[in-house]
């Protein structure tokens, strides 16, 4: 079991008119390379959980256990190295005023010891110019322009490429493509699910578009008040349209999905 999440509670400002109940009774088990999409309408907990699982904020109780470590209660830098992560901004994951290369060898270098010379070596570069070329996007050829200099798409694909260098435990996509028009976001998701096959890694991936959380992944599952209310795996997903999703939600919550960006896409 490469995750396991289980009776997991969080409540924001608890006790106050503010009090929100983000995660109720959680219940997650990913076995090594699951690449699971993740849908529900606004405030389902789809975020609430990746930032849980990243220790962004504490958990009120339960367990969380990445590879057989319990991460429960560890703080967000000392669980860092076990994961992957990329937001829904472009410009979250990488050093605007740095190189190409010198993020990369950022993201190389993580959790490694550190010696004061700060020059990328030969083989390096030839390992940052190979993996650029996976991109297809001709970034092996602009290893020393600055981040800055790309566009959202570029950016986003160098992102991922960060945040697999180092083989994590768990790729974390956090609406990943949303700020991306429906081009690029279509070639971000082909990189994304290139990466994840080809290195076996374990993913999971909020998206507030229904065609692609069918697409992508071998595992689907709708979260509804914190909870999980649909989870559906295997052929069985592949065979799934965006109506089944739609019934599916209003049999199981009692109510009408109301996410008027999900439905649009």
Known sequence: MMLSIKQVYKTFNPGTVN?????????????????????????????????????????????????????????????????????????????????????????????????????????????YREKLRILDLGLEDRMTAKVGLLSGGQRQALTLLMATLQDPKLLLLDEHTAALDPKTAKKVLAITQEIVASKNLTAMMVTHNMKDAIAYGNRLIMMHEGRIIYDVAGEEKKNLKVADLLEKFETVSGEEFANDRMLLN
């Open 19 to 127: 009090e929100k109940k983000a995660l109720s009774n959680l219940n997650l088990e990913l076995e090594k390379g699951d690449f699971v999409t993740i849908i529900g309408g606004n405030g389902a907990g789809k975020s609430t959980m990746l930032n849980m699982i990243a220790g962004v904020y504490p958990i009120d109780r339960g367990s969380i256990i990445l590879d057989g470590v319990d991460i429960s209660r560890k703080p967000e830098h000392s669980r860092a190295w076990l994961l992957g992560r990329v937001f829904q901004d472009p410009m979250m994951g990488t050093a605007s005023d740095m190189e190409i290369q010198e993020n990369l060898a950022m993201a190389f270098r993580r959790g490694r010891r550190r010696g004061l010379g700060w020059g990328i070596k030969k083989d390096e570069k030839a390992l």
